[in-house]
């Protein structure tokens, strides 16, 4: 693509518009890739991403986007094509990249963090920073992870059959998982039945019974339409903060000058911005549509929510005995859950005065 044109116009007498163009190629070229679709928070963050590395580099760097499969389908492919250059930049979820770097599951631990607001302060700081280390330890230099942003909200509970109001209200429920095994250990250590399903198959599985809940956001709830299949009970227990995690070829990064780095890193944090809210506001129609539509919304009790917490943490343990370098990613996360709560209060106290 022409970038910083530069236009000149001469109107004359017989209406013949004269005009020069002058246009400088970009000197770096990233390819961007996002397995979802243009009404996905992904998408939103990597348009965001690219409007504002064109401007600030003045057309230095050239960002290409690539939604869908085009350049490759599953986490493990698209991170491999990270790895050899084939591809600059692509976003996974925990559970994406879990098989490369297994530690990123610690995203998906329950009950760790409260609310948007100390969800956001820890992936803005080092907690993001010890987890890129760790990354580009794992592969060699080769794969960095650049930003965590959001990618659907939470994660709450929804089943076809009762309002979940405590962990006595799993018990025996079929549960909608990926093949990964943190998942399936919360889902049994509250009672219930994990059951692996593809993605594109579990309306069918709803309608058919072969599963009877989920651990989904809203916004995927309401756009894949499993109200329709049956799923009808939402309780907003808000288990795990749906990370997205941001990757980037170490090389093609380290080549570019710093001046250019600088530009990259800024555009990254306005990524992480806009994937930040964009859930936020996808999030109203879609609850006020799922209440619509009759289904039961819950919220469940402070108390209530810590018994949850409480049914769960044996999930805490058996992350940092079995997955590699778990325990190390675990303390790191936890004392950042620490530290931004301390920082939030703090900051709250003293708006409140």
């Not at 350049?71 to 996974?92: F, K, M, P, R």
Request: glycine share 8%; proline share 4%.
């Amino acid at each position: 693509m022409l970038r910083n044109f530069l236009k000149t116009a001469a109107v004359a007498t017989s209406l013949v518009a004269a005009s020069a163009i002058a246009a400088t190629a970009a000197d770096f070229t990233l390819r961007a890739t996002a397995n979802s679709n243009e009404n996905d928070e992904d998408y939103d963050g990597l348009v965001v991403f690219k409007n504002y590395v064109e401007a600030a580099s003045n057309g230095a760097i050239e960002v290409e986007l690539f939604i869908g499969t085009q350049l490759c389908s599953n986490g493990a492919e698209c991170l491999q094509g990270v790895a050899d250059g084939t591809i600059d930049i692509y976003i996974s979820t925990s559970g994406g990249a879990s098989g490369i770097f297994p530690y990123v599951q610690v995203l998906d631990l329950p009950y760790l963090m409260a609310d948007d607001r100390v969800a956001e302060h820890v992936l803005s700081g080092d907690f993001t920073r010890k987890m890129r280390d760790m990354a580009l330890e794992d592969s060699g230099g080769a794969i960095r992870l650049m930003t965590i942003g959001n990618t659907g909200g939470w994660r709450n509970f929804a089943n076809t059959q009762r309002r979940i109001a405590e962990p006595a209200d799993m018990e025996g429920l079929k549960i909608r998982t990926v093949v990964a095994d943190l998942p399936q250990e919360l889902v049994k250590a509250l009672g219930a039945s994990p059951t692996p399903i593809p993605w594109p198959e579990l309306f069918t599985s709803f309608q058919t019974g072969v599963v009877e809940g989920s651990k989904n956001g809203i916004t995927d709830i309401m756009g894949m339409k499993f109200p329709d299949a049956g799923l009808q009970y939402v309780t907003l227990d808000g288990h795990a903060y749906m990370g997205a995690l941001w990757w980037m070829n170490n090389a093609k990064f380290q080549d570019m000058p710093e001046d250019l780095r600088r530009v990259v890193v800024d555009g990254f944090y306005a990524l992480q911005q806009a994937t930040f809210a964009s859930p936020k506001r996808k999030s109203i129609q879609a609850y006020e549509e799922f209440v619509a539509g009759g289904g039961d919304l819950y919220v469940p009790t402070p108390e209530q929510k810590a018994a949850f917490k409480e049914a769960a943490s044996p999930v805490y343990d058996w992350f940092q005995s079995n997955v590699a370098r778990g325990d190390e990613i675990f303390v790191a996360l936890t004392e950042a859950v620490v530290e931004a709560e301390a920082q939030i209060n703090a900051a709250r106290d003293a708006d409140l005065n």
